[in-house]
């Protein structure tokens, strides 16, 4: 299986702030990569896919990129709506797997 | 729209078989590329991948659950489901299914997740 380890586990950020997060993978998964964001009692949302690609109606303010085995998701002037989780997750090859996911929280 | 809905039993013992349903719309399962996968989530902790049916009925199971799951398929009623056997205490999670509408893409719209409990 790959594994994909995510930092940090926890974040804490002032509005307006750039955040990022990081996935590593165990092996090159060639951009077969998606960014999840969780609010609290909520299903995940789709945020980003192949590693770089914004998905439909999400906020310029969030942009991946990276490529083989490291991967970023960056979160530009932080807005009060951002607070949630963040999952990574690899869909190169099965069994597909998710990073153990980072709490952004308002500083 | 897209959009989701898992069903399921609430409360279950253990040894029993969890059975999950999940109805959509907005899409169909006989189109080509697309699939519904299974993901499930304990309470405060991480998401698991369990498995996906596609298009053309081919299904991916995570092999960490060995041979407990069955995934399938109503085409004509946009539904797919999902039967996990012999559960015990570990399987207590929130359920999601969720769209891929690419072969090789990530699940681009989830649904609200059902919540299932093994419990004695």
């Known amino acids: 299986d790959i594994q994909m380890t995510q930092s940090p586990a926890s974040l804490s950020a002032s509005l307006g702030e750039t955040v990022t997060i990081e996935c590593r993978a165990s092996?090159?998964?060639?951009?077969?990569l998606a960014w999840y964001q969780q609010k609290p009692g909520k299903s995940p949302q789709l945020l980003i896919y192949?590693?770089?690609s914004l998905h439909t109606g999400v906020p310029s303010r969030f942009s991946g990129s990276g490529s083989g085995t490291q991967y970023s998701l960056k979160i530009n002037s932080l807005q009060s709506e951002d607070v949630a989780s963040y999952f990574c997750?690899?869909?190169?090859?099965?069994?597909?797997?998710f990073g153990a996911g980072t709490k952004l929280e308002l500083k | 729209q897209v959009t989701l809905k898992e069903s399921g039993p609430g409360i279950l013992q253990p040894s029993q078989t969890l059975s999950l349903t999940c109805t959509f719309s907005?899409?169909?399962?006989?189109?080509?590329?697309?699939?519904v996968g299974w993901i499930r989530q304990p309470s405060g902790k991480g998401l698991e991948w369990l498995a996906n049916?596609?298009?053309?009925?081919?299904?991916y199971y995570n092999p960490s659950l060995k041979n407990r799951l069955t995934i399938s398929k109503d085409t004509s009623n946009n539904q797919a489901f999902l039967k996990i056997t012999n559960v015990d205490t570990a399987d207590t999670a929130t359920y999601y299914c969720?769209?891929?509408?690419?072969?090789?893409?990530?699940?681009?719209?989830w649904g609200q997740g059902v919540m299932v409990t093994v419990s004695s």
């Open positions: 969720a769209r891929i509408a690419d072969y090789s893409g990530p699940f681009d719209y």
């Open positions: 907005g899409f169909s399962l006989s189109t080509y590329g697309m699939g």
């Open positions: 049916i596609w298009w053309d009925d081919d299904k």
């Open positions: 092996e090159d998964i060639y951009n077969g």
């Open positions: 192949n590693a770089n």
């Open positions: 997750q690899q869909y190169y090859d099965y069994p597909y797997t």
